[in-house]
């Protein structure tokens, strides 16, 4: 079982989408996939028409140890499961901090996940906190959308550099940009000119477009009403690219 | 090997349907619960995979193809309860398995511990048309799925085509309990709906007249303790001749090395069973098969050697430092190109005068009635008799050299001794159903464990000698890695050192094999006179 974190610090830079769409691809291809919607915002949940609530909330599942299992709802797709997010899920962290190890606890909830599912998706809330160090340590890849804008570049380096000071175990990071706009000159040249060392972005880069906006209209992922969209087609390619350097 | 044949097996919701049946039909009944939407019909084909001697369905798991549309999937699954244990997507819509070295790491750790060294081979392949119906809730949240199957056909391993009856399969979505329940009761009110009592597979086979299991390497066969034994051995003989000829096609196309196997202990139990039975068989017959069977087992030698060498392979190169591992490489390739030849030559066998006169001869006599030939002396006494005085026998002879057995005798008698236990194996095995079961199963795993230690020193001994001869052969082919020679060699002495070892081991084995509780029983079961006291 592999699990992807799409994460970043800044909200709105397209964290939802890439874990919606991705995961809807892995389980078109056969993979049984799971997405875990752990923003209490719930715009994951929205998208598979699923109601963001999950019974004795984030209470039971972190203080009581109530197990994964019994939450997961399955989506309108074969082979792809959600677990739903929950408004209580912004109390993740106080709930988190009064356990021993608040940092590997996420991924000792999803262990027993293993021998079901190939991916799991996390779909992870906007800020760096107990949740975001606890997510870091549970996930295999960290999927980092970037609009290529100087404040968003800003808090990848912020990013790169909370995982410099802290231990975070073996978790990868790929960044990617997200919401680009070629006739903007300032993501033209950051797009073609990407910072840090050449191998922390991927190749491909998901396009600013309104169909995109639009799954929130459709509530599915995009590649399942649209495929052969330019959107729809940057995700299969990022999907691909990531899978096959995740192998 | 645990053997899960048995389990009950209806793993999902799922029913038979009657002929004429339609979703369309359906679908306005269930509409007053849910909406429904019925998606257009596609295709589908599926192939079942498992090995030859079925390890995969002994051990409870089913391994299936399933191609819908252009989408392709391997999936491994519960043969009781149809739970998902590993999937691998297959790219396009290839009709051969992939590799296990190229399979997902999930479905090869699953598979490869329980197949070892058996291909996975297509047992039977359906196709046929596939529709479903989706269930929503009031929210317009998939809560379901209805899944028909129709019009389908079944094809065999001869590329045979049979009808398979429609199926309706209920495909629940997590999180969502209530659905089947109700989708149920509305299906168990329609007339002709029956509940599958059978897994898919289960269902495929019979309809194409097999059964899963169908075949196994060891020795069932059921023999009444009062018949004459020219009629038992003729019995046993067919048995054996008939897992030679399953094995022959595998064999020839060398599918994986355990269809030469198996081909080998049925020809060595021929041997066997014609020598410890020579008196029940007329004697021309018996001097012309112990001649052509000896030949047999001769010609199937060599690639029965080689498979061994590449079975081995890797825990040969675990032996050595693992700098050192890439340096047997060379051998690897050498007994490879080997293995081509021999298979070349055991096909030229095979397809020979000589073998088909020896197959025609042997269905002859098994064919043929006691009164149409020179009646052997002990041809007409009871089976039963002759077992006890053929394995009472054997035994004795058993302990007799066993208790000769020391660390410093020769490789020989080690030898010789390996060979009584095996023909005191067979024996047991043969004539199993002629005495109480458990009793015979202890004797069978004591007798196992010295035959293991025994089997393992032949091994060494063998493939001591045969490295250093393969050494010479690839030294005279121009292959002269020095490397390769020198951790040849290293192999080599390792198995000398291993041979003295085991020796030493032989004592304790025999020990076990030779308790005052084995020795009575074997009295009690077996030795005339203690039988008739």
Redesign the interface.
Known sequence: ?KILASYNIKGGVGKTAAAVNMAYLAA?????TLVWDLDPQGAASFYF???PKVKSGVKGLIKNNHALSD??????F??L?LIPADFSYRNMDLMLDEKKNPAGHLRKLLKPLA?DY?YVFLDCPPSISLVSESVFNAADVLLVPVIPTVLSVRTLEQLLKFQGKHDLGDVRVMAFFSMVDRRKNLHKTIVDNPPFNDNLFIKTEIPYASDIEQMGIHRAPLPSYTANSRSAQAYSAMWDEVSTAIK | MNDKSTVPTRHQDCYLLPSGFSLDLLAPILEKQFHCSLEPVGKYRKVFYDTFDWRLYRQGMVLTSLQEGT???L?LENLSDGQ??A????AGSGQTLPGLDVM?S?LRNAIAPVIAMRALLPVVELCGDLQKL?LRNK????VM?LVVEQDSVVKDLDGQSHVLPGRIILQ?????PTAPAQVRRVLENQPGLEPCRLSLLDMALQITGRHACDYSSKMKLKIDPESESDQAVKKILQHLLSAMETNEPGMLENLDSEFLHDYRVAVRRIRSILSQMKTAIPENEFSFFKAEFAWLGEVTTPARDLDVYLLEFENLQLHLQPDMRDALLPFRDFIQAQLQQAYTDLNKAIHSVRYKKLKQRLTKFINSKIRQQVVAPDAKKTIHSQSDKRIWRCYSRVVREAERLTPVSPADDYHELRKSCKKLRYLLEFFQYLYPEKEIAQLIQQLKLLQDNLGEFQDMDVQSIALRHYAKMMAEQGINNADTFMVMGILANGMEQKKIELKNAFGKCYEKFSRKKYQQLFARLFKPKAKHA
Request: net charge positive; proline share 7%.
């Open positions: 079982m078109q291809q056969g993979w049984r028409r699923i109601k939450i997961i709802k399955g989506t309108d074969e082979d499961d021998a190939d | 989408k392709q999937k999936s998902v244990k999937v691998a997507p297959l997902p999930a989706m929210h317009d949240k998939l799925r629940p979505v997590r999180g969502f």
